[in-house]
Every structure is written in structure tokens, then in C-alpha cells.
């Protein structure tokens, strides 16, 4: 029963360096979805995807690519990080919506700096 | 773009208090969540409503859709309680989520 497994948890980048954050889920969830974290502000959508090869922009996309070929997996990338990107990330994933399963499960979270 | 607002921001409260925390919105929805985000970081949903109420223990959840307006309510509050409780809005087809800042709730014994 691990539902939503973000990886690392911790990550410090200097500017300019690439990374990717890694989300897993093993709920046969359809939809999942990528949020940051910053203080004094809501949880912002970055990206989301409705399904295998099917992803959008939320609110806040641009630094941010991801890319969904499976269903289990669901990874961020970060091409070229900047110091505006330091935030605390969420991966978060439902069942679809004609399952009635609107309720979103979410990682742990991820903490990224970039210096 | 639903604008979610939350008050208060901050809530202090003494142990067996009853608590609310308020939930505003913009635009039509069609459904409203509250989450919890622990002190260690992690979110759990509480409730998801689109009418009426909900209840799960100590915790009871409004909205008056007329108003745009939702409620949660503690009762007999405990420290075990003390977290960040987060208001969100979800879209017709549940694609996106709006969501508050967020109201600190600490709990003193």
C-alpha cells in the first residue's frame, strides 16, 4: 500500500543544473499532477495528466516539462533550474473522474533548492 | 482562475475549544475539499462536498454553494489536531484544483 512515492525527498541545484523528480503511484490512477509548494501561497498546479501520452499545463508550467508513458509514473523535469524555482514539490494522483474518484492521494513531498 | 480565500490565516485555540476556519470562492465549482497538511509535511483530503454536509468524527464540513462559502468545523479540539488545514476547488471535469493558503491551527494543551 505505498500510493504516492516522490523521489528524493531532499535535492540542492545550482542554477542552471537539470534534474528530475520522480512520482510513482501503484493505484491504477488515471489523472496525477504536480504542484509547488511555496510559503504564504496556495498549492499551484504546474502540470497534470488525464492518462498515458495525455499531459496539460496547470497554473505555473513553464521551467517544468513532464512527459507520462506509463500509468504507474508521472516524472517532472527541471531543464535549466533557477533560484525561483526553490519550492516544496507535490506529485498528486485520483481515479478519473467518471469512477467518481475525485479525491486527490499525494506524495510526501520534495524539497528542492536551487542556489 | 477560482480564487480560493481562507481566514484566519493563523488560529490559536485552547484544547476543547470548538474551531471554524472559513473558505471563499470565486467562480461555480463542482466540488470543494479540505485537506490537512501535517507538521511533517504530508497532505491527506478530509472531506470533498458539493452540497450540504459532511461529517468524519470531530470534524464537520459545510458549503453553501449560493454563497460560495464553505466551513470546517472542530469540535472538542485537541493538540493532536494542530495543522495546516487547506481549502480547494475542483473544476467540472476535476482536471484542476484551486486551493487556499492555507489556516495554521495550533492546539494548546
Known amino acids: 500500500n505505498a500510493g504516492v512515492t516522490q523521489t528524493p525527498k531532499f535535492q540542492v541545484l545550482k542554477t542552471g543544473q537539470s534534474m528530475t523528480l520522480q512520482c510513482a503511484q501503484d493505484?491504477?490512477?488515471?489523472?496525477m499532477s504536480w504542484y509547488r509548494q511555496d510559503p504564504g501561497m496556495g498549492l499551484r498546479l504546474i502540470h497534470y495528466s488525464v492518462g498515458a501520452g495525455i499531459t496539460d499545463q496547470g497554473e505555473v508550467p513553464n521551467g517544468y516539462n513532464v512527459s507520462r508513458s506509463t500509468t504507474e509514473d508521472f516524472p517532472l523535469r527541471l531543464l535549466s533550474a533557477a533560484p525561483s524555482q526553490t519550492s516544496v514539490y507535490f506529485c498528486a494522483s485520483k481515479g478519473d473522474y467518471y469512477s467518481g474518484a475525485n479525491v486527490l492521494t499525494f506524495g510526501a513531498g520534495s524539497r528542492l533548492t536551487v542556489l | 482562475k477560482n480564487e480560493v480565500e481562507q481566514s484566519p490565516q493563523n488560529l490559536t485555540a485552547q484544547e476543547g475549544e470548538f474551531i471554524t476556519i472559513n473558505c471563499s470562492y470565486s467562480?461555480?465549482?463542482?466540488?470543494l475539499h479540505w485537506l490537512q497538511q501535517h507538521p511533517g509535511g504530508g497532505i491527506v483530503s478530509l472531506f470533498m462536498?458539493?452540497?450540504g454536509k459532511k461529517k468524519h468524527g470531530r470534524l464537520i464540513a459545510t458549503i453553501n454553494i449560493q454563497e460560495k462559502h464553505s466551513s470546517l468545523h472542530i469540535t472538542a479540539s485537541h493538540p493532536r489536531d494542530s495543522a495546516v488545514y487547506i481549502c480547494a476547488t475542483s473544476e467540472y471535469n476535476f482536471n484542476k484544483f484551486y486551493f487556499g493558503s492555507g489556516t495554521k491551527l495550533n492546539v494548546k494543551p
Open positions: 467562480v461555480g465549482i463542482s466540488a
Open positions: 462536498l458539493s452540497s
Open positions: 493505484m491504477n490512477h488515471e489523472y
